[in-house]
């Protein structure tokens, strides 16, 4: 960690801030205020002047390179948040995909191995503690990094939003049938609607980071204290090679915020992603994109329930995403919590004219290709979208594009 001499009004606010990782549920507000996306990168309008201080802090952290000294590894994917999360600018998406496997046993039930279901791509030292892919494993699957601009005003959405827009029976007949994934969240020990990850399978932003320190960096911390140690790998080994003390990650002497603390304060003060140009074709190309049900699972607008960051709180944004579960036949084989190894949470779309490739393992390499893929409970829809005239296809690429 950084070690810098400020004031320690931080301890103080550290403090009032790590109550909002208890994101109040809120109550379902209508008429908020429409959110203005920012620059890339740039933190969410509104914040008052220690608000904006704690997202540059964390921002320092998010930024910072560790090494094996400050508790890096022993098996790791990244050096640091950013080096997967900075397309098109800092907090965005990245181009390593991490890899994850699994068991699929043929009546379609998955066997997660012991150690979990990530295997990392580096470790220090280098041989001795690599894991290898385990040749019991028959599902081996590619995630790519998910941008993260926008996510507080995501995380500040009260589970009864997404609650009131499953359908896991399909009893409207639509053919749709998404699912809110339930998740005990291992921060505050509550239940609640999973939104973050391709399996939706994170309710909280703080544990998000604090997973993220552990899993992509190898960096143990309060929530996670153990090193991740994948199946295959000698376990008494990973605690020999590792000489740092766990936690690895501790509260910095100068502001009293530990590496989780700062994760949590950039993920939710990191501003939503700005909205592209707005042409003539693009506003026809949303109308058909309401027509033909893109917008059943790729929803235009959710509202935020009462927060105590005032810049989150009763505001309306547009990710063009439920967070739902869906299965559209792109499912990755591997079971994440009580997400199927078909399900895939439905990708919000803000910000997707950065984005190539698309999908989760970034088999898509362009929108229609992507478009095409859908099948499954998006079968109508993607034969609307094959039906439409040429024009009206660009029309709807277009629309993509402006997002
Ligand atoms: C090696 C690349 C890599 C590194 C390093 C990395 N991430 Fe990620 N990040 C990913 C991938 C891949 C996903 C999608 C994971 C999934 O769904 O399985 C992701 C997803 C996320 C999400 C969920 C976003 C959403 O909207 O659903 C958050 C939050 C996040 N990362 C934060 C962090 C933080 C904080 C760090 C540093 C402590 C970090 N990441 C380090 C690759 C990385
Ligand atoms: C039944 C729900 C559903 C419907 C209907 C649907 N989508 Fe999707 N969409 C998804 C899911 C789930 C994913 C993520 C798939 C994956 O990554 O494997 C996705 C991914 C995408 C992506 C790629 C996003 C990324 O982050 O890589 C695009 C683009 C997209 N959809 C556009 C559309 C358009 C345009 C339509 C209408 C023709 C549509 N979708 C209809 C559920 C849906």
Redesign the pocket.
């Known amino acids: 960690m950084i070690r810098q001499n400020r004031s320690n009004i931080f301890l103080l606010v550290a403090a009032c801030l790590s109550l909002l990782a208890l994101t109040l549920p809120g109550l379902v507000a209508q008429g908020g205020e429409t959110v203005v996306g920012t620059e890339y990168g740039e933190p969410i309008q509104g914040l008052t002047a220690l608000q904006f201080e704690l997202f540059r802090l964390g921002l320092e952290d998010?930024l910072e390179v560790e090494d094996a000294g400050e508790g890096l590894g022993p098996v790791?994917?990244?050096?640091?948040?950013a080096?997967?999360?900075a397309v098109p600018r800092i907090g965005g998406s990245?181009t390593?995909?991490?890899i994850?496997a699994g068991i699929l046993h043929e009546d379609g039930s998955f066997e997660e191995l012991p150690g979990g279901t990530l295997f990392q791509?580096f470790s220090i030292p280098v041989h001795e503690v690599q894991p290898i892919i385990p040749l019991e494993a028959n599902v081996i699957a590619q995630?790519?990094?998910?941008?993260?601009f926008g996510?507080g005003l995501?995380e500040a959405v009260p589970d009864q939003v997404f609650e009131a827009m499953e359908d896991p029976e399909d009893l409207d007949q639509d053919g749709i049938s998404g699912r809110a994934h339930r998740v005990v969240d291992r921060d505050s020990g509550e239940t609640r609607i999973g939104?973050?990850?391709?399996?939706a399978?994170?309710s909280s932003?703080f544990t998000?980071?604090a997973e993220?320190?552990l899993f992509?960096?190898g960096?143990t911390n309060d929530l996670f204290p153990e090193e991740a140690c994948p199946y295959g790998v000698d376990c008494e080994l990973v605690a020999l090679v590792d000489r740092v003390a766990d936690p690895e990650d501790g509260p910095e002497r100068s502001t009293g915020l530990r590496?989780i603390d700062n994760?949590a304060n950039?993920?939710r003060l990191l501003g939503p992603p700005p909205r592209g140009v707005i042409t003539e074709e693009a506003i026809q190309g949303e109308t058909i994109f309401t027509q033909i049900q893109c917008s059943s699972c790729h929803v235009p607008d959710l509202q935020t329930g009462a927060n105590p960051i005032q810049a989150l709180s009763i505001k309306r944004f547009s990710p063009y995403g439920d967070f739902l579960l869906h299965d559209i036949g792109t499912g990755d084989g591997i079971q994440?919590g009580e997400a199927k190894p078909e399900e895939i949470?439905t990708s919000?779309l803000w910000g997707i004219r950065f984005r190539a490739p698309f999908f989760?393992d970034g088999s898509a390499s362009n929108l229609n290709e992507a478009i095409l893929r859908h099948a499954v409970e998006a079968e109508n829809s993607r034969q609307m979208y094959e039906e439409l005239s040429e024009e009206e296809q660009k029309a709807l690429i277009a629309f993509l594009n402006s997002l």
Do not use: T
Request: proline residues 6%; hydrophobic residues 45%.
């Open positions: 998010f790791f994917n990244g050096r640091s948040c080096e997967c999360h990245g390593m995909a991490e994850r791509l995630r790519q990094p998910l941008p993260l996510d995501v939104r973050f990850g391709w399996k399978d994170l932003l998000f980071g993220a320190y992509e960096m960096i590496g994760f950039f993920l994440a949470r919000p989760h």
